[in-house]
């Protein structure tokens, strides 16, 4: 399996922005179904959005209108552009592409592979 990476994560105020990346070498993220999960300490894994093989983006209620997930296929890129950053928002986020089972539209349901080490992502009031 590949293994994708993270980046983009760091600190910043509530209300502030981060543009998190994901990719790899091998054109991983492209043409597939691929999604953005985070873990915050104390808590499990939540799958937050993910982006279908044609590129339709689905959301978890606690970041939609907030969070916009899209990708590059040129650049074999996966993004998350995050606004309007709460403090709940603090976790390590991760990217994953979908090995089976499940909708797309919902990332919790499916079996996620391709696991990167994760970027995080600290909001401070």
């Known amino acids: 399996q590949a293994q994708l990476t993270e980046s983009g994560g760091g600190k910043v105020q509530a209300g502030g922005s981060l543009r998190l990346s994901c990719s790899d070498s091998k054109n991983t993220v492209n043409d597939r179904c691929v999604g953005w999960f985070r873990q915050a300490p104390g808590k499990e894994r939540e799958g937050i959005a993910s982006?279908?093989?044609?590129?339709?983006?689905s959301y978890a209620g606690s970041v939609r209108g907030r969070f916009t997930v899209s990708r590059d296929s040129a650049a074999n890129t996966l993004y998350l552009q995050m606004n309007n950053l709460m403090p709940e928002d603090t976790a390590l986020y991760f990217c994953?592409?979908?090995?089976?089972?499940?909708?797309?539209?919902?990332?919790?349901?499916?079996?996620?592979?391709?696991w990167g080490q994760g970027t995080q992502v600290t909001v401070s009031l």
């Open positions: 994953a592409t979908r090995g089976g089972g499940g909708m797309c539209a919902n990332p919790n349901t499916w079996t996620a592979v391709n």
């Open positions: 982006l279908s093989d044609r590129a339709t983006p």
